[in-house]
């Protein structure tokens, strides 16, 4: 069965600080994503990489940074924590040329 | 750029209800349709998807047809039940773009949350 796992559930972290959320996924996909998402907003994507070492920005990339060095880990890096990075973070993975995406359970993240 | 707007939420119904979530989509090329089910503590999964107009994605009893004309994707179940209650995005595909290269995209609405009471 199709697998994505993200290495917290809850997070909580303090402003300025360096945050990390891994997402690993076992199913050989190309492309894996990060969404932010927020009440009343719905999804953001927030990077996207489709090979390993390779990223692209989505449509809120600021003050997030991504890593991929191997081809099942995407890593999200928040470089210092403010307050408005608060949210549920979702990561998720797909196919190339297949546009279902798979997704995690997702992190909630509180920075006080 | 690509868009997805869904009916302003939240909604409220009884079970055995109809339902309908309106979808409608601004995008260019041709893009897929998805409809993805979010349930209290977990992540998405796709509920149903249309690759081309016309088509009609079904699952679990629920449905929708994806139109070209009205540019829409609405969602439909016939009879809901308490085991539906959970929020329903809508979300469009990027198309492939002039060099054939598409990574699979997703555009999504903001979120529809359905309460179903029994």
């Known amino acids: 069965d199709v697998k994505v796992t993200q290495s917290s559930r809850y997070l909580v972290k303090r402003t300025g600080e360096k945050v990390f959320l891994e997402c690993v996924q076992d199913m050989d996909h190309e492309n894996m994503f990060w969404y932010r998402q927020d009440p009343g907003l719905g999804l953001r994507l927030i990077y996207f990489?489709?090979?390993?070492?390779?990223?692209e920005k989505g449509d809120i990339p600021e003050g997030y940074s991504v890593s991929r060095e191997k081809k099942e880990r995407f890593s999200l890096i928040l470089e210092s924590a403010s307050t408005n990075q608060t949210s549920m973070y979702l990561c998720a993975s797909s196919a190339p040329r297949v546009h279902e995406q798979y997704f995690g359970p997702g992190t909630r993240l509180t920075v006080t | 750029g690509n868009s997805v707007t869904q009916m302003e939420g939240p909604v409220t119904l009884s079970e055995e209800a109809f339902l309908t979530i309106n979808c409608t989509y601004t995008a260019t090329g041709y893009p897929s349709l998805f409809w993805y089910v979010q349930y209290p503590g977990e992540g998405l999964q796709l509920l149903l998807k249309?690759?081309?107009?016309?088509d009609k994605g079904s699952n679990k009893g629920f449905e929708a047809t994806y139109r070209k004309e009205t540019t829409s994707f609405h969602l439909e179940k016939g009879s809901v039940q308490v085991s539906d209650s959970a929020v329903y995005f809508c979300?469009?595909?990027?198309?492939?773009?002039?060099?054939?290269?598409?990574?699979?995209?997703?555009?999504f609405g903001q979120g529809t949350i359905l309460t179903v009471h029994p």
């Open positions: 249309a690759t081309k107009a016309d």
């Open positions: 990489s489709y090979d390993v070492k390779m990223k």
């Open positions: 979300a469009l595909s990027d198309g492939a773009n002039a060099g054939g290269t598409s990574y699979g995209k997703l555009t």
